[in-house]
């Protein structure tokens, strides 16, 4: 079992930045590929971005390409999102996710990842 808490949400003027962390529990954290969804009031949850094991793989939602940065720590287990250039279009709840290892990476649908954080609220003033 993994669990995933994400932090770092909060309220941020248009043009700031914000980043988020997802800390993870468990033993396959490092051989794990994750990512960020976010899902605004009335959506469907969206895309962001997506990493691989090794970091060394990311992709991101058209969206956000240019002004979001995923990032892992697997010594931490941790993963980041590095949000900057933020629009008031980018607030949401943000969640992390990770897949079961041996998992492929860039399957970018919600259904392929095992595991969800409870979300975090990021809200972006005009």
């Known amino acids: 079992q993994v669990q995933l808490v994400e932090s770092g949400g909060g309220l941020v003027q248009a043009g700031g930045s914000l980043t988020l962390s997802c800390a993870a529990s468990?033993?396959?954290?490092?051989?794990?590929?994750m990512g960020w969804f976010r899902q605004a009031p009335g959506k469907e949850r969206e895309f962001v971005a997506a990493?691989?094991?090794?970091?060394?793989?990311?992709y991101y939602a058209g969206s956000v390409k240019g002004r979001f940065t995923i990032s892992r720590d697997n010594a931490k287990n941790t993963m980041y999102l590095q949000m900057n250039s933020l629009k008031p279009e980018d607030t949401a709840v943000y969640y992390c996710?990770?897949?079961?290892?041996?998992?492929?990476?860039?399957?970018?649908?919600?259904?392929?990842?095992?595991?969800w954080g409870q979300g975090t609220q990021v809200t972006v003033s005009s």
């Open positions: 996710a990770i897949k079961r290892p041996g998992s492929s990476w860039n399957n970018l649908q919600p259904t392929s990842y095992d595991y």
């Open positions: 468990g033993r396959t954290f490092s051989s794990a590929a």
């Open positions: 990493i691989n094991w090794s970091g060394g793989m990311r």
